[in-house]
């Protein structure tokens, strides 16, 4: 059974930097493909970073380019994602998501988190 479990959103203000974490188990952070999603009120879901096989690639939204870093902790089976120069527009619903990268990439991942909020003010 896959659990996916998000940690570390808030309230920011622009320019200000979190960390989300996602404590995974059933199944192995390091194998397959693993991804952060976002969803603000009103907007479709959008995939914000994805990285694949323990950090053999990486991919990053347009958006969050520069600004954002995926990166994984194999010991603990956790899923993370450095979030620096926050910006309004980064308010949403971030979700830990994993499956085959087939499905990761094509946004239909089988498995979910139930998100923690990011909520950046000006």
């Known amino acids: 059974q896959v659990q996916l479990v998000e940690s570390g959103g808030g309230s920011v203000q622009a320019g200000g930097s979190l960390r989300l974490s996602c404590a995974a188990s059933g199944v192995t952070v390091s194998r397959g493909c693993m991804a952060w999603f976002r969803q603000a009120p009103g907007k479709e879901r959008e995939g914000v970073a994805r990285?694949?096989?323990?950090?053999?690639?990486?991919y990053y939204a347009d958006s969050v380019k520069g600004r954002f870093t995926i990166s994984q902790d194999n010991a603990k089976n956790t899923l993370y994602l450095q979030m620096n120069s926050l910006k309004p527009e980064d308010t949403a619903m971030y979700y830990c998501a994993a499956d085959t990268c087939q499905r990761v990439v094509a946004g239909r991942p089988n498995y979910w988190g139930r998100g923690t909020q990011v909520t950046v003010s000006s």
């Open positions: 990285i694949y096989a323990g950090g053999v690639s990486t």
